[in-house]
């Protein structure tokens, strides 16, 4: 058996301690998937997810790290649909892992993470009640989040959208975020000068 180092303990700590959904496992429910588990650096940009790729990993955002869900329109448009921090998970949350994913997942603020295979954390919620349990239900309230995004996005003026969309980005990685008015766009699924206009 491979022997873990203190600094790979450390950093299990500090992803146990960094995201919301780790933190509520008890020291049982760590140990399924913590061995298994690393920390990864991700950079604004990159891309964790991609659509109609298969799912082989979970990744729990840590600290100020922000990934955001987008969903791919014709006519290469796209619009955010949900934002993940330090309080979620991202991929095959939803899906248990059992599908492609649908949206494509992108780092929209770097930082670290804990990524956990599929296999693992399949596992885990098969030998653990709690861990089944508590994605089940982080489920239905990131379907919730959607829901309510879908409702103010067919309901609320662009400057509202994009006032609700840095508060909530705020409230899961502080009062700092490097964004072009274009990227800005994108996220919101407009023109960069109905942006420029909003922030002006």
Known sequence: MAQVTTDELTQADEAFAGNRLLSTFSRE???L???FGTMVELQ???TVLK????????IFPVGSTLITMVVELSGRRAIEVAS???RGAVGGIVSCGQAPAFSRAEVLVGGQ???VPMTALEDAKNRSPFVANLFCRYSDYLLASVMQSVACNAFH???ERA???LLHVQSRSGDRIELTQEALAGLLGVQRTTVNAVVK
């Open 157 to 159: 003026s662009i400057t």
């Open 33 to 35: 998937i913590e061995p």
């Open 163 to 165: 006032a609700r969309w």
């Open 29 to 31: 429910a760590r140990g």
């Open 113 to 115: 993470a804990f990524k």
């Open 51 to 58: 659509r109609g790729e298969q799912v082989r990993s979970s």
């Open 44 to 46: 604004a940009g990159d």
């Open 84 to 86: 993940i921090g330090s």
